[in-house]
């Protein structure tokens, strides 16, 4: 049997991920955005929207049209078969749609079986057969699918929540792994992440907002609008969005005052006034899973800078020891040497033997986007799981 | 509502027509605009709105007579408009207002100069006024409001009337701040953008040329936008601007734009008077001030706390929290100076665990680690000059100038 990959979508393993893919994404997100207002709770009274009838993850006239094609993920293939699915495999791509009015209901999924869809998909994860970006890659392509068969059938009350808060979970956890992950597309599939990352918020808070009630705050609500702001401590980042402090403006005092904003505003105080002792601190003793993967850029950027800082301003006859810097940093020694390092800065063994930085060196360089991630001690594992 | 006879109707909807017509064809912008200004509820729009009710069919009136039939459009929708919102129909008012509106400016753009500016202001505001009040009756019914952000396309679209050349330039910037207000009401900020582009960057129209209520409030506005971007140098230029052009008289006008100022002088070390803080009621800030005088770290955070929702709701709370180096700075130069008066020799040497003690006393607990991190932050921030000792742990001043100032300039830069 013929097993050669054509390089779809989807389908590639690690080494052809990328190129061609990435840019017929990136085509489809114009249309992605427009469908995303439409969940903004607009007067849906007088517009009819579509009902899905389509009862497996994949409508059966896209599985046959992508097997003919060979257009199946090797997460679809039947023992292995390129041009073999099935239905308990094959899941429903995303898809540019041209307009909303060529949509069959035969062709959209009903929330039961997105919500089937979902749990299927995410089950994925634990999958250790294929590299993580191969999985990522197979995800990321179908959420996107479901969270647009949401939007074409208008489905943003209550009962969508959970969908939405367990692909932007998706999207997090992501962050963190593909950071784990090597390949030459790697960057851009962490840049698309984030892109996604930030939409699905989008939409969940505005999903929020349309059913809110008085008082009254959804269970893991707060921990989701705590990600915004993790997102947005740095005010340069570029990622989308308005600025925080229009931002607050918008919440509610009962959101403000949860316990998972007060804690990300505590960091949020510690950032931007540059109390890496504090922020280290805070993010081990109290970060979630999730908020813990959003803050690790941050937590790489207060380190380098607490070097920075203190390269700058210690007394140059005494040189700092790593030994106190790694206490401070709530990094391993080792990696304090190698952070030292990754800075443009030397560090030497004292004549009593330990190993110090000799302060007011002149090279001391910003570490480039994307270097490696250090353990914060002090976190506990148990806590994140 | 009064009893109104059909004779009495029809006399006082041909007398308003009349002075319609009157005022389109004299040219007389004034009387134009007393005609068009629905929220002043002047007695006679509230009596012609009577009489619209009672004669029911005016759009017959106003076809008898090619002097108004020339403005049929205009009319007809502007009574319906006026109907619907005497009887307390807002959405129905706002809806057949647009549409007067669209007329309306359909004509002023015929006309080919710029007499009816000032209607076309009264048009722009009452559109604006009435959307925000329809909002209002739709929210209340359960319905998603919409009507503001209608308005909002429509101020663009008058925008786009007025922005090109010529002698109608000069209203641009009143329309500009019309749409100003209702994308700060709607949330949509960076709508405002686009506006803000063709106002700074047209050549042929300089800016001081506008009228200079309309400066002063596009400056608020963009001084505004400026803090929630933190670029605080240009937020103090721009509400800088509005403060001293603004009539004098206004002290609520003053006390807005005090209430974004003194955030932005504060973050560029200017501190203003009590009396000021007094004189226009901005007590709010009281203690922050004197959190900055005092170098009480303990008064900042309470002053925060005391006024979070306030602040959170106003946009400035990010800006004072980013007080607190400030705030440590003060309290540094109090133990300097403090050390001064009994030990002058070894003033300048500031022990890390005296800083702890101090800060204990304002009963905020911080280990000497902490302590380290902050002096190291001061230093490098250039708001302590000086070096860290680690090894002894003392920060050693500079002799000169330990404390240096921020003259203007925003911490860090």
Known sequence: ?385 | MAYVSMGEAHRRITEYLNRFCDAVSYQDSSMLCRLLSFSSNSPSLLSLADALNVFQDASSLIRQSDKFSEYSEILAHLFRSLQSYRVGNLVEAYLAFEKFANAFVQEFRNWESAWALEALYVVCYEVRILAEKADKELTSNGKSPEKLKAAGSLLMKVFGVLAGKGPKRVGALYVTCQLFKTYFKLGTVNLCRSVIRSIETARIFDFEEFPRRDKVTYMYYTGRLEVFNENFPAADTKLSYALQHCNPKRERNIRMILKYLIPVKLSLGVIPKDELLQKYNLHEYMNVVQALRKGDLRLLRHALQEHEDRFLRSGVYLVLEKLELQVYQRLMKKIYIIQKLSDPARAHQLKLEVIAKALRWLEIDMDLDEVECIMTILIYKNLVKGYLAHKSKVVVLSKQDPFPKLNGKPVGS
């Open chain 1, 1 to 385: 049997m013929n097993r050669r990959s054509r390089g779809s979508s989807s389908s590639s393993s690690s080494g052809s991920v990328g190129g061609a893919s990435d840019s017929y994404r990136r085509r489809s997100d114009v249309p992605r955005n427009r469908s995303n207002d439409n969940t903004k709770g607009g007067d849906s009274a007088d517009v009819s929207f579509i009902v899905g009838t389509c009862s497996s993850m994949c409508p059966e006239r896209e599985r046959v049209t992508r097997e003919r094609l060979r257009d199946l993920s090797v997460f679809e293939r039947l023992h292995g078969n390129p041009t073999k699915s099935s239905s308990d495999l094959a899941v429903k791509k995303f898809c540019r749609t041209l307009s909303a009015a060529d949509v069959q209901a035969s062709d959209v999924r009903p929330l039961s079986v997105l919500e089937e869809t979902l749990s299927y998909l995410l089950s994925l994860l634990d999958s250790r057969e294929h590299p993580f970006e191969v999985v990522h890659d197979f995800i990321f392509d179908r959420t996107r699918s479901i969270r647009q068969d949401l939007s074409i059938q208008n489905l943003a009350s209550e009962g969508v929540i959970h969908l939405y808060e367990e692909i932007v979970k998706f999207h997090v956890i992501s962050r963190q792994r593909l950071q784990g992950c090597s390949g030459t597309s790697i960057s851009s599939m962490h840049h698309l992440n984030m892109e996604q990352l930030a939409k699905t918020l989008t939409t969940l808070y505005n999903i929020y907002d349309a059913n809110r009630k008085p008082d009254y705050i959804y269970e893991n609500e707060a921990e989701f609008r705590s990600l915004y702001v993790l997102l947005h401590l740095n005010t340069s980042s570029g990622v989308m969005g308005e600025p925080l402090s229009l931002w607050f403006r918008k919440l509610t005092s009962n959101l403000i005052k949860s316990k998972e904003m007060c804690f990300v505003r505590k960091l949020l105080r510690s950032y931007r006034n540059g109390n890496y002792r504090s922020f280290l601190r805070t993010t081990a003793s109290e970060a979630t899973y999730l908020q813990y993967c959003i803050s690790e850029p941050h937590i790489r950027e207060m380190r380098s800078f607490a070097v920075e800082c203190i390269n700058n301003v210690c007394y140059k006859l005494q040189p700092y020891p790593l030994l106190r810097l790694s206490h401070n940093l709530m990094m391993k020694e080792m990696d304090v040497e190698s952070l030292c390092h990754e800075c443009g800065l030397e560090i030497r063994t004292d004549s009593d033997g330990s190993i110090v930085l000799p302060t007011k060196q002149t090279n001391f360089c910003r570490p480039k986007e994307g270097f490696r991630n250090y353990d914060l001690i002090g976190i506990e594992v148990e806590r994140l799981l």
